[in-house]
Nanobody
Framework: QVQLVESGGGLVQAGGSLRLSCGAS????????MGWFRQAPGKEREFVAG????????MYADSVKGRFTISRDNAKNTVYLQMNSLKPEDTAVYSC???????????????????WGQGTQVTVSS
């Protein structure tokens, strides 16, 4: 079964850092552009960051630009999200997702993605 699994979430104080990881089972991530999304309670899922297949292109939501960094290690079949200067409003379930193979859709649209992880909780206390 094709699967994405996130890890690295947790509870952190405002101003702190976390690094999320997204590993894949039965899916070669180097063939896919990847994205991170988040969903807070009572809110819609929102785009956080995206990265091209070889990591040469990255994109970020304005709310995280300058604080978050998306990266990937294709040899380890893993994508990362380094989150610094965390704020209480960053509290959410963070999920990674793989864009449809060969699809030219935009990073920020959930419709571009066909494989999703279950998510990992990130809680930032004030």
């Amino acid at each position: 079964q094709v699967q994405l699994v996130e890890s690295g979430g947790g509870l952190v104080q405002a101003g702190g850092s976390l690094r999320l990881s997204c590993g894949a089972s039965r899916l070669t991530l180097s063939n896919r552009r990847m994205g991170w999304f988040r969903q807070a309670p009572g809110k819609e899922r929102e785009f956080v960051a995206g990265i091209s297949s070889f990591g040469t292109i990255t994109m970020y939501a304005d709310s995280v630009k300058g604080r978050f960094t998306i990266s990937r290690d294709n040899a380890k079949n893993t994508v990362y999200l380094q989150m610094n200067s965390l704020k209480p409003e960053d509290t959410a379930v963070y999920s990674c997702a793989a864009i449809r193979f060969g699809y030219s859709g935009i990073y920020s649209s959930t419709q571009s993605y066909d494989v999703w992880g279950q998510g990992t909780q990130v809680t930032v206390s004030s």
